[in-house]
């Protein structure tokens, strides 16, 4: 199948397949002659074991989505498949600050997992494209690092956030949100619109105050709420700082902790 010009295109996900992870698959599938998508719920990557335990999964309806999309390949693997015993897991990769920030600050070893995974999963499926979402930046902006650093021969295509009819980002942890949180839930992205469309009338501090404020009125929790450089992922004091800036906030609704965040501006 691989050849000179046969492309492969790789979809990573964790399953509970939703428009979101089939938005990154139609990309692939645009430029690709080959698509192959991997569901593995990776333990390394959850620092809470009842977080592991509670994440969704629905693997017959994830076959029908993925069949249905036209996908090539589904790549199902086992624990001991991924991390088979005579294998040093650990993969060099130096992150400095970019792992400090944001989720790296309140899920400890979150990112460390995630490299692992990541490496592993290139290394056995050895694609030319790996398609990640803008949904998890800042796992986006890690793995870039991990492929410049470690120089490995494939093209790293972030993909655009899918979002619900109301701007919820659709999440795999979404299937979790009760009623009345569900209601709530698209305050983020009305929060984080809102930011985008009049960032130059109020300071950067004044909007961080405002965007948790509005969160917490509509009856959230946030756990972070940031206005970043979008290539170190570090706060900036003053929209002039930086050329690419984003938004970004991680927040509970409830029981569940969603993340979401919008590019405020670019270039
Ligand atoms: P997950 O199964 O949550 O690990 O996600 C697998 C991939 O799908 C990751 O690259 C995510 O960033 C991406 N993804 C998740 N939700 C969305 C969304 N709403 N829109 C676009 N991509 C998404």
Request: some cysteine; overall charge negative.
């Amino acid at each position: 199948m691989r050849g000179h010009h046969r492309k492969v295109g790789f979809v990573p996900t964790m399953g509970a397949l939703h428009a979101g992870h089939l938005s990154l698959i139609q990309q692939s599938l645009a430029v690709n002659h080959f698509t192959i998508c991997s569901i593995f719920v990776n333990p390394t990557q959850f620092n809470d074991a009842a977080d592991l335990k509670k994440y969704p999964r629905t693997p017959a309806r994830d076959i029908e989505l993925l069949a249905a999309s036209g996908c090539d390949v589904l790549f199902l693997p086992a624990v001991e498949e991924i991390y088979p015993k005579d294998l040093d897991p650990t993969v060099s990769v130096e992150l400095g600050l970019l792992d400090r920030v944001l989720e790296g600050q309140f899920r400890p070893g979150h990112f460390a997992g995630v490299v692992q995974v990541v490496h592993r999963l290139l290394q056995l499926v050895q694609p030319d494209r790996l398609y990640m979402g803008q949904k998890d930046y800042q796992q986006f902006r890690i793995i870039r690092e991990m492929i410049r650093q470690l120089e490995l021969p494939v093209e790293l295509v972030m993909v655009g956030i899918e979002r619900e009819a109301d701007g919820l980002a659709r999440s795999s942890r979404n299937l979790h949100l009760s009623p009345e949180d569900r209601r709530i839930a698209p305050v983020i992205y009305q929060t984080l619109l809102k930011i985008k469309q009049y960032w130059m009338e109020k300071e950067v501090e004044e909007w961080k105050s405002w965007g948790s404020r509005q969160l917490e009125k509509a009856g959230l929790k946030p756990e972070y709420f940031e206005i970043i450089d979008g290539h170190s992922l570090q706060p900036i004091h003053a929209f002039g700082d930086a050329d690419f800036v984003l938004t970004c906030t991680a927040a509970w609704a409830g029981e569940v902790r969603l993340i979401d965040n919008i590019i405020i501006k670019e270039g």
